[in-house]
């Protein structure tokens, strides 16, 4: 690239301009959270549980809930997804028309905002299926909402597992499912876990979905059909109802901070990916 | 199989691998009840999305037949508690934060996906990747966060009003739907085939005038994904643009008016509707899930069908 007059100059300029736009507003974002918050953490902030709808004590229960209700999805839907990313990849045709519906619907899935997984959650595993406000509920809509991530990155890490593995799986006399479970899936695993990773980043800091069907009960979550108030939803009406902004900079501080965490180890594992495919 | 085995090397991975009718159809049963419940995980996809459409619709439906569905999208009067359901402020609520916040974030982030894929430095560009990819993992609620303790107080001191508008719904959402413009946009810049850049420059042109003149245009129906993507983004976000917009049931009257949007409306007043309150709420989603299933349809065919 040869920049040879003032105008090339200028347009340049302008380019990194909106480059480093992008870098303000992430600098600016993340960096008034963490000064703002770093503050109100100390031992207490995690280990108490809130009092008084939250304005005193620290926010416990809602870290229990969050990771609660990130690992009771996950357990559902890892297997779902991965499950249909080896059907999709090893078994359909690729244009078999039950395959491409499969796809088109994960796409669809994927681009349907969070409020209205909130409405079909409160409506069908709250209601209907008389779960109530709960994390089994929660964790059910939000396990539909990560389904498209888990499967598509399982998808592609399937793609990437040289023809020839299976050619000499098979060619040893193992069976089909012998050659996906001991073969193909374990040379996929960093997409997997990829996957897996990104859908916590989305459990982590999922709100609406999760307000109309987890509810907003500041109680210890025991079993899996209490209610519960995750850490963004505890943010959300903190901050909305002005009940102490002091432990809403906390609670902000936190998400950002395990969202940081996720994303490096997103990363990481993207990574290993590459790495896998070379 | 036998005859060709007896082939090449290549011959062989063609009768063992691709020739997908041995591959594919295993005799023994368990083999075969795997492959049935792996059809299954794959059908949930179908089955989710069928029973979404059914129980919000089952929701909405009969509210729309009992008032009309002209007068439930066109009519302004919003009152529950008397039994007028018209969500047209919330529409037009909606329509106006999405629209000023695409004003500003389509034209950055197009900009920022060109200097991403051409302009900066190949270190330069992978860092502002990661950055982006940051960007896109905040949650909304955090952005709603910095909105209502930042961005509002900032246009009540500087513009005046009471800072909850429009205009700060804008900025948030802007700054929310900036990655999906971003990443749509560069990545179809970078799936412009080398000839075309590298022709247009054999030809004498500068690198400025290969970009505008033939690398976006090559990269234009990515880029009009980006920008469709974005807006579903936009219209469909909720916890951000409920905390910084101030909610008021009117149509705004300029950029510093408060203003609800149907998805505030419905995350506000879920917890305590009953009745037709709450089917008039369903029957929102119901309208924001038809326009957003739409409009990604619509994106996914025409790039498939092309």
Request: glycine share 10%.
């Amino acid at each position: 690239m040869r920049v040879n007059n003032w105008k090339d100059k200028l347009i340049t300029a302008v380019f990194w301009l909106s480059g480093l736009v992008i870098v303000g507003i992430l600098a600016g974002i993340i960096g008034y959270v963490m000064v703002k918050g770093i503050s109100s953490i100390n031992l207490d902030f995690i280990l108490e549980p809130p009092s008084k709808a939250g304005r005193a004590g620290g926010i416990s229960t809602t870290i229990v809930s969050t990771l609660y209700l990130t690992v009771m999805s996950l357990l559902i839907a890892v297997p779902i997804g991965v499950g249909s990313s080896v059907y999709l990849e090893e078994y359909a045709h690729n244009k078999s028309k039950f395959a491409r519906l499969v796809n088109l619907t994960s796409e669809t899935l994927a681009g349907i905002p969070s409020i209205i997984y909130g409405l079909f959650g409160f409506v069908f595993f709250v209601i209907f299926l008389e779960m109530g406000w709960s994390i089994l509920s929660g964790s059910m809509t939000l396990a539909i909402m990560i389904l498209p991530t888990i499967t598509r990155t399982a998808q592609e890490a399937i793609l990437t597992v040289p023809h020839e593995y299976r050619e000499n799986s098979l060619a040893l006399g193992a069976s089909k499912w012998q050659t996906i479970r001991k073969v193909i899936l374990p040379s996929a695993l960093p997409g997997i876990v990829t996957g897996i990773i990104l859908s916590m980043g989305r459990a982590v800091g999922e709100t609406a979905a999760l307000i109309l069907t987890a509810g907003s009960s500041l109680g210890m979550p025991l079993s899996p059909a209490d209610p519960a108030r995750t850490m963004a939803v505890h943010l959300y009406v903190l901050a909305m109802e002005g009940i102490s902004m002091e432990r809403a900079f906390g609670t902000a501080f936190l998400i950002v901070i395990l969202i940081i965490i996720i994303n490096y180890l997103a990363n990481l594992s993207l990574k290993k990916l590459t790495h896998s495919m070379r | 199989m036998d005859i060709n085995m007896k082939k090449s090397k290549s011959g062989l991975r063609k009768a063992i691998v691709p020739k997908q009718s041995n591959y594919k159809h295993n005799n023994r049963s368990s083999e075969k009840i795997i492959e049935k419940i792996l059809v299954l995980c794959a059908a949930i996809f179908i089955i989710a999305i069928i029973l979404i459409t059914i129980f919000i619709f089952a929701k909405g439906i009969p509210l729309l037949i009992k008032i009309g569905l002209i007068d439930f999208l066109f009519n302004s009067d919003w009152r529950p508690s008397k039994g007028f359901f018209g969500i047209w402020t919330m529409f037009i609520g909606s329509l106006a934060v999405t629209l000023s916040s695409m004003l500003w974030a389509v034209p950055l982030g197009i900009m920022t996906a060109i200097f991403m894929a051409e302009i900066a430095p190949h270190r330069v560009g992978k860092l502002l990747g990661s950055m982006v990819e940051l960007l896109a993992g905040i949650p909304s609620v955090v952005y709603g966060f910095v909105g209502l303790i930042v961005i509002v107080p900032f246009i009540r001191d500087v513009l005046g009003g009471n800072g909850l508008s429009v205009l700060a719904g804008a900025i948030i959402l802007g700054i929310m739907i900036l990655p999906t413009v971003i990443n749509i946009s560069r990545d179809s810049i970078l799936a412009v085939p080398k000839e075309y850049k590298e022709g247009s420059l054999a030809l004498g042109a500068t690198h400025y005038q290969t970009i505008a003149r033939v690398i976006v245009p090559a990269a234009r129906s990515g880029i009009i994904t980006a920008i469709v993507l974005g807006m579903g983004r936009a219209i469909g976000e909720t916890m951000a643009v409920v905390m910084v917009t101030g909610n008021s049931t009117v149509i705004p009257g300029s950029i510093l008016s408060p203003v609800r949007t149907m998805t505030s409306n419905i995350v506000l007043e879920m917890g305590y509707a009953a009745g037709d309150h709450q089917a008039a709420l369903f029957a929102t989603g119901m309208v924001l899930f038809v326009f957003i299933v739409c409009l990604n349809l619509a994106v996914t065919l025409s790039v498939k069908g092309r």
